[in-house]
C-alpha cells in the first residue's frame, strides 16, 4: 500500500492566492483528517470526514478555509484567499473504523505564503 | 475541555540512556492514549497505545502504560539510540469520536 498521499509537498505562494491542497487516503479507510501544524500553535485539527460526509468542521479557523471529499480516494483543502500566517504544515490522515483506530498520516504538505 | 501535556523539549540524552518523556492528559471519560513519533520532514507515526487503564504499549523497545489514578501515560525506553531522534507526541482519543487531541510534542536528540 502506498499510505497516504498528499500534494503538492512543498507550496509557495503569495498573499491573496487560492491554495488547494491534495490527499488521496489508504483505500479502504472510511476516515479522513486534516491537521495543521505550526510551531506557536502544535498540531490542530481543522477538520474530519467519515464515509465522505464532515463530521466535526469546528478546527476550521475562518470562511477562507474550506474542504471537500467528493469521494472515498480524494480530498482537498482549500484556501481562498490565502495570508501568511497560513503558513504552516499541512498534514492528511486516514483511518480504517469510523475514527475509533489507529490514523496514519501522509507526509504533509509544507505552505509558504508570502 | 480535554487536553494533553506533555514535558518540554528539546531532550539531549547520550547513546545507551534511559528516556522517560513525561505525559499527562485530562478527560471527562476514558480516553486511548498514543504515542506518535515525527521523524524530521515526515508525517506522524503511531509508535504505541493503550485502550485501557493499566494497559502498557510496547513497540521498538518504548513502553507506556496508562495511569487512570495519575493520569499519565509517560514514554520510556531503556537505551536510546541516535536513530531515536525525532520528535514525540502523546495524544488521546475518544472511542465515540474522530478527535485525537495532540500534546505540544517533545524533541528528542541522541548523540552518539
Known amino acids: 500500500d502506498a499510505g497516504v498521499i498528499q500534494s503538492p509537498r512543498h507550496e509557495v505562494t503569495e498573499m491573496g492566492q487560492e491554495v488547494t491542497l491534495r490527499c488521496k487516503p489508504i483505500?479502504?479507510?472510511?476516515?479522513l483528517f486534516w491537521y495543521r501544524q505550526t510551531m506557536m500553535r502544535g498540531l490542530e485539527l481543522l477538520i474530519y470526514?467519515?464515509?465522505?460526509?464532515?463530521?466535526?468542521d469546528s478546527g476550521m479557523p475562518e470562511d477562507r478555509f474550506s474542504a471537500k471529499m467528493p469521494n472515498a480516494s480524494f480530498s482537498t483543502l482549500k484556501i481562498q484567499p490565502s495570508e501568511p500566517r497560513d503558513s504552516a504544515v499541512y498534514f492528511c490522515?486516514?483511518?480504517?473504523?469510523?475514527?475509533?483506530?489507529?490514523?496514519?498520516f501522509g507526509p504533509g504538505t509544507r505552505l509558504t505564503v508570502l | 475541555g480535554d487536553s494533553v501535556t506533555q514535558m518540554e523539549g528539546p531532550v539531549t540524552l547520550s547513546e545507551e540512556a534511559f528516556l522517560t518523556i513525561n505525559c499527562t492528559y485530562t478527560?471527562?471519560?476514558?480516553?486511548?492514549l498514543f504515542w506518535y513519533v515525527q521523524y524530521p520532514g515526515e508525517g506522524l507515526q503511531l509508535l504505541l497505545k493503550?485502550?485501557?487503564?493499566?494497559d502498557k504499549g510496547s513497540n521498538k523497545g518504548f513502553e507506556a502504560t496508562y495511569r487512570k489514578e495519575t493520569t499519565s501515560f509517560h514514554l520510556e525506553k531503556g537505551s536510546v539510540q541516535v536513530s531515536d531522534s525525532a520528535v514525540y507526541f502523546c495524544?488521546?482519543?475518544?472511542?465515540?469520536?474522530?478527535?485525537?487531541?495532540f500534546g505540544q510534542g517533545t524533541e528528542l536528540s541522541v548523540k552518539p
Open positions: 490522515a486516514s483511518s480504517p473504523g469510523q475514527g475509533i483506530d489507529e490514523q496514519f
Open positions: 483505500s479502504g479507510h472510511n476516515s
Open positions: 495524544a488521546l482519543l475518544y472511542n465515540q469520536g474522530g478527535k485525537l487531541i
Open positions: 493503550a485502550t485501557k487503564a493499566d
Open positions: 478527560a471527562t471519560g476514558y480516553p486511548s
Open positions: 470526514f467519515n464515509n465522505n460526509v464532515p463530521i466535526d
